[in-house]
């Protein structure tokens, strides 16, 4: 089992940044993949970004290049998105994502059903 916890959302203006937080426990941390998935009403969740366990190869959907960074840091177990130049499309229920399992297939982490484990989401608001 992995619990998963979100924190750092929140209403943010146009153009500002959020810095969300994934703290995990449950699992030895530096073994899991992890992404990050968002939900905005009336959709589907949508991949945001995710980092390997082993070499932290990182994966970005196109519309948050260059303005969101996915990292982690294995000794806190917490994985993190620094949310940079927010748009009012990006407003969503953030979720934290883990896969304990190896990878498959290189873009595996791109997909919902790749992980296993969820965590209960942070809203992040963006106001135009």
Known sequence: ????????GGLVQAGGSL???CAASGRTFSRLTMGWFRQAPGNEREFVA???SKDTSTYYTDSVKGRFTISRDNAKN???LLMNSLKPED??????AARTSPLTYYREPTYTTAYE???QGTQVTVSS
Do not use: F, I, P
Not at 1 to 8: A, D, H, N, P, T
């Open 78 to 80: 917490t994985m993190y």
């Open 50 to 52: 995710a980092v390997r």
């Open 19 to 21: 810095r969300l937080s």
């Open 1 to 8: 089992q992995v619990q998963l916890v979100e924190s750092g």
């Open 117 to 119: 484990y969820w965590g």
């Open 91 to 96: 407003t969503a229920v953030y979720y934290c």
